[in-house]
């Protein structure tokens, strides 16, 4: 099993351009969120699915948009990037909604100039 | 407002001793608490958890401590190794909001273990 991949590793982009951040699972996991990372403010929570079509806000949602068409996949988009978007993000899967134990993946670093 | 607090950003200790890793927390609804472990330039996996029915949970080295009456929980790493040396991020839940499996963490501490 390959776990949670995410792609790109890294990614520079303007102020206003979009993109998204991909995350893939091959555990067959239902619950799937995305992080950021800010230096100081630990794993803060944006977005999170608990199985294919249902998707909810975390913590610091504004900014980001989700969705969750397959049990395997779980993009994450940028809508109009700004610099205080600049973070490590990282996508987390686990078997159910009561299992906390969340596989991480290796992270996407963001730059936004 | 952090819920979940991390307030020593880093700890330093000699190889074979104990490494003691707390946090704090506000939020007297969490009922499920874990620890993850990071090393640089990849995901945090998951380490130890406890249960707030429990005040003790014990795997290897690692022990994890609940004072579900102060709020705070620890981390023991006995002995520590170099191998260690990595950040720590406590993380809680409250299990019975809907089950939806949001965990909230703390700000991290950075271990260091020097040989």
């Known amino acids: 099993n390959a776990g949670v991949t995410q792609t790109p590793k890294f990614q520079v982009l303007k102020t206003g351009q979009s993109m998204t951040l991909q995350c893939a699972q091959d555990m067959n996991h239902e619950y799937m969120s995305w992080y950021r990372q800010d230096p100081g403010m630990g794993l803060r929570l944006i977005h999170y699915s608990v199985g294919a079509g249902i998707t909810d806000q975390g913590e610091v949602p504004n900014g980001y948009n989700v969705s969750r068409s397959t049990t395997e996949d779980f993009p994450l988009r940028l809508l109009s990037a700004a610099p205080s978007q600049t973070s490590v993000y990282f996508c987390a899967s686990s078997r159910d909604r009561v299992s906390y134990e969340q596989y991480f993946g290796p992270g996407t670093r963001l730059t936004v100039t | ?115």
């Open chain 2, 1 to 115: 407002d952090q819920q979940v607090k991390q307030n020593s950003p880093s700890l330093s200790v000699q190889e074979g001793r104990i490494s003691i890793l707390n946090c704090d927390y506000t939020n007297s609804m969490f009922d499920y608490f874990l620890w993850y472990k990071k090393y640089p330039a990849e995901g945090p996996t998951f380490l130890i958890s406890i249960s707030s029915i429990k005040d003790k949970n014990e795997d290897g080295r690692f022990t994890v401590f609940l004072n579900k009456s102060a709020k705070h929980l620890s981390l023991h790493i006995v002995p520590s190794q170099p191998g260690d040396s990595a950040v720590y991020f406590c993380a809680a839940s409250d299990l019975g909001s809907g089950n939806t499996g949001k965990l909230i963490f703390g700000q991290g501490t950075t271990l260091q273990v020097k040989p």
